[in-house]
């Protein structure tokens, strides 16, 4: 019996490795700074957008703002977003090169007031560092589901 048990565990010890492992996301500091830099800027346009300001502060002069495919130039500046109410960030991917970041966010708008749905949103971004040395939206481009 004992026998057939350290048989039993060694065949256990002796097998090939699953192939079927998850490959690791990289984690490098550029990873890190371009998802830092583009949540804290995008928090800020969101949160300017629920109090219908226009943060020029967060935009660099022509910077394009496209709203459900119509471009848009005063707040809101994203698709699915009234006053009051707040914005929750969803899942986000970001990246960045030199000076550009950019990518994709998906946020809800939930209504401040009763009566009101909760709207979900996705945008894409293009941020580009100043000559100062601080960032700001080139590009923004958001959408809702169709009802």
């Known amino acids: 019996m004992r026998y057939a048990a350290l048989l039993l565990v060694l065949a256990g010890c002796g097998g090939?490795?699953?192939?079927?492992?998850?490959?690791?996301?990289?984690?490098?500091?550029?990873?890190?700074?371009?998802?830092?830099?583009?949540?804290?800027?995008?928090?800020?346009?969101?949160?300017?957008?629920?109090?219908?300001?226009?943060?020029?502060?967060?935009?660099?002069?022509?910077a394009e703002i496209i709203v459900n495919g119509v471009p848009r130039a005063d707040a809101p500046r994203f698709a699915g977003v009234a006053a009051g109410g707040v914005v929750q960030l969803g899942s986000s991917r970001f990246a960045v090169t030199g000076n550009y970041v950019w990518g994709t966010i998906q946020y809800r708008w939930v209504p401040g007031s009763v009566g009101k749905r909760m709207v979900d949103g996705w945008a894409t971004f293009v941020l580009v560092r100043t000559k100062e040395g601080g960032w700001r939206i080139a590009h923004a481009h958001s959408s809702t589901a169709p009802e």
């Open 16 to 62: 090939r490795p699953s192939t079927n492992a998850t490959p690791a996301v990289p984690f490098t500091v550029q990873v890190l700074e371009a998802d830092s830099i583009a949540h804290a800027l995008v928090q800020r346009a969101f949160d300017a957008d629920v109090q219908l300001a226009n943060p020029d502060s967060l935009y660099i002069p022509d």
